[in-house]
């Protein structure tokens, strides 16, 4: 499985990015994904995750009510629009896959992306 995220880049602060993650190397029933990040000299943190199905979505208390996660499934993608972005949004996104439950434990999470930066400059 080869998760591939696109879409990140250098916005200001108030500004809408939406970030891609492209799943390529197997076919079937779809897996759970999740958005995570990790800003310079923090701990990778939870963001947002999406069911199979699409209708159950889960977001940090952080972005919720800027962030959405969504399934693209013309494109076979998960999005992340992000709005109202933040100083703190500041990061290198990645895109995760889960054969389980959606979940905001980044160890429940089997496959992982290379990443994609977005800065948010003020």
């Known amino acids: 499985v080869q998760l591939v995220e696109s879409g990140g880049g250098l916005v200001q602060a108030g500004d809408s990015l939406t970030l891609s993650c492209a799943e390529s190397g197997r076919t079937g029933i779809p897996f759970v994904k999740g958005w995570f990040r990790q800003a310079p000299g923090k701990d990778r943190e939870f963001v947002a995750g999406?069911?199979?199905?699409?209708?159950?979505?889960i977001y940090a208390e952080s972005v919720k009510g800027r962030f959405t996660i969504s399934r693209d499934k013309a494109r076979n993608t998960v999005d992340l629009q992000m709005t109202l972005a933040k100083p703190e949004d500041t990061a290198v996104y990645y895109c995760?896959?889960?054969?389980?439950?959606?979940?905001?434990?980044?160890?429940?999470?089997?496959?992982w992306g290379q990443g994609t930066k977005v800065t948010v400059s003020s």
């Open positions: 995760a896959a889960s054969s389980n439950f959606v979940s905001r434990d980044y160890l429940d999470y089997e496959y």
């Open positions: 999406i069911n199979r199905s699409g209708n159950t979505r």
